[in-house]
């Protein structure tokens, strides 16, 4: 089932979300970025450069930054009939400078049982 992501009206990007675990309420697939998502990528890019693949060199107060950050968007996750999906979460690893344009992935945290009970 095709999401999308949107800032304030403007669509960032889509995602199938095609893993789940329901039992955590977690969703999360590869990321098709539109091209809402240069307004937001630098904010993304705070993650991978905070917290890096191989979790070596963990950045703390870059971390906060990016928590902070994050959360101030105000991102939605749609579905594919144009409902507004409650999330706790909305997080985009863009680890795409370092690894290539592929390695980029839409993960969110979905409390809303009708939303798993029509998944």
Do not use: C
């Amino acid at each position: 089932m095709r999401h999308t992501l949107k800032l304030h009206g403007v669509i960032v990007g889509h995602s199938d979300l095609e893993h789940i675990d329901r039992g955590t309420g977690r969703a999360w697939g590869r990321f098709r970025a539109g091209l809402g998502y240069a307004l937001v990528q630098p904010i993304f890019r705070l993650f991978a450069e905070a917290v890096p693949r191989d979790n070596e060199r963990r950045n703390e107060a870059g971390l906060s930054k990016y928590y902070a950050a994050r959360d101030a968007l105000q991102l939605e996750l749609v579905d594919a009939g144009g409902r507004v999906i409650p999330t706790s979460t909305i997080h985009i690893a863009d680890y795409t400078v370092e690894e290539g344009p592929s390695a980029i992935e839409l993960d969110a945290l979905i409390p809303d049982e009708d939303y798993w009970e029509k998944r």
